[in-house]
């Protein structure tokens, strides 16, 4: 990780998501108990997954039989000898940990132990604050998933997410490039492990008239993000934001822009930068109108979640309807066809009405899927959900399955590189080699 905060990197008055948690009123699960006390994988403890067929993040290997030692894969091949405690895998598939490559944590360890119960052994935070000492905590407990995160991103003053929270709450944003810099400077010093910057005029989320970055300051906060050895990563759901954060040198778009269907310059522009996409869809489903009601029903995911979640899963944002929700999904394949790398994330947050339609660990599973109803296949879905990302974010540890990467594994019933809806169908997940209580569907 880009380092462990001693404190809370935030100026006088800033408002982040943890803030939102309490003016919902769910402050109180700031750091909650998750029912389990953390695990510290035993290095000699040895797990044999025999039988199973092995996607390894980017193919499917021939291998049949994975061994853990501790925390670490050290053995993948056909065959192999049984050693230790033996997991029966036949007409199972083994995957790597997936990683949920957009969400809000809030500080609550409640929503990674969601996230780990769905085999989302990772969680890349684009916007959240940790009180002191807590991100040391969580990254030593493996019934949580793992994190990396962006603290709060730059904004101006009074811009998004300044809509979401109640009139008595005042974020203070960044109004000049210096201003921005000495933000970024300041998180980063915290343990910032990339930058954020959000370019949102609240167009499509029922906020027209936001304040917006000014184009010097996002150049400034690129500059100053890749001056620190930093990626810098842009929230941008419309067309023309888009364009203004590839121009100013961002590494990633968190967002696939909505408003409007896509060129063939924009996308040229974002394949030749070589910058990926993160598309979030199921978010872009909900702001377009859809829930994730048929989510939440399924048996394979509703025993898992609490009625609060239940309930914001199955609602809807409906903020926009300027565009369909199919010219997304031909965006982001036009985009994919194009070279350019995409990401599997959710955006998940809390469960409130005004953040909708999606929930911790089990809208990725729906991310998959509608990644393949834009047109990756199913192989390619899940790299964007485990190398890939792993790629981009220099996680050299995880995302595949391979000797000596940590053993952060998924086993479902069926085989989900030819139907991708078979990730649900949870057997088994291990975080660092421990097995994770309560994931198995019943």
């Known amino acids: 990780m880009g380092g462990t905060m001693n404190s809370s990197p935030q100026r006088p008055g800033l408002v982040s998501r943890r803030n939102l ?16 006390s953390a695990q510290a994988p035993s290095s000699d403890v040895v797990v044999t997954i025999k039988g199973a067929k092995v996607f390894d993040g980017r193919w499917v290997l021939e291998a049949d039989t994975v061994i853990v030692e501790g925390s670490t894969i050290v053995a993948v091949g056909r065959g192999l000898p049984p050693r230790g405690t033996v997991v029966e895998g036949t007409g199972a ?73 109640p009139p008595n709450i005042v974020r203070l944003g960044s109004a000049t490039p210096a ?110 109108g859809g829930n994730g009601k048929a989510l939440a029903d399924d048996p394979r995911v509703t025993s898992k979640l609490s009625p609060a979640w239940r309930k914001s899963l199955s609602g809807s944002m409906n903020t926009w309807r300027g565009n369909t929700f199919q010219s997304v999904l031909e965006t982001v394949a036009a985009l994919h066809e194009a070279g350019v790398d995409i990401l599997a994330g959710t955006d998940a947050s809390v469960p409130i009405p005004s953040l909708s339609g999606l929930a911790h660990g089990a809208s990725l599973h729906d991310e998959l899927r509608q990644l393949v109803r834009a047109g990756l296949t199913p192989v390619e879905a899940l790299r964007a959900a485990t190398s890939t990302p792993a790629r981009r974010f220099d996680l050299r540890d995880r995302g595949r399955i391979a000797p000596g990467l940590r053993a952060d594994l998924l086993l479902v019933a069926g085989d989900p590189t030819r139907n991708i809806t078979d990730t649900l169908s949870i057997k088994k997940v291990w975080k660092r080699g421990v097995e994770v209580i309560g994931a198995a569907v019943a």
């Open 21 to 36: 948690l309490q003016a919902a009123g769910l402050g109180g699960l700031l750091l909650a108990a998750t029912g389990a």
């Open 93 to 165: 598939t083994l995957l790597p940990g997936l990683i949920d490559s957009h969400t809000h944590i809030g500080a609550n360890v409640k929503n990674l132990r969601d996230a780990l119960l769905f085999g989302v052994t990772t969680e890349l935070e684009m916007g959240g604050e940790w009180p002191p000492g807590a991100r040391k905590q969580a990254e030593v407990n493996d019934t949580i998933a793992d994190f990396r995160t962006s603290y709060d991103g730059v904004t101006p003053p009074g811009g998004h997410p300044a809509e979401l929270l």
């Open 179 to 288: 201003e921005a810099r000495k933000y970024v400077d300041t998180i980063v010093a915290g343990g910032a492990d990339y930058i954020k910057i959000l370019i949102e005029g609240g167009e499509v989320l029922g906020h027209p008239g936001l304040p917006v970055l000014s184009t010097a300051i996002v150049e400034e906060t690129v500059t100053a993000a890749h001056d620190h050895g930093k990626m810098a990563l842009a929230h941008a759901l419309t067309i023309l934001n888009a364009e203004r954060a590839v121009r100013a040198g961002v590494d990633g778009l968190a967002h696939v822009f909505i408003d409007r269907p896509h060129t063939n310059e924009i996308v040229r522009l974002i394949a030749r930068s070589h910058t990926f996409v993160t598309p979030c869809l199921t978010l872009n489903s909900s702001i377009m």
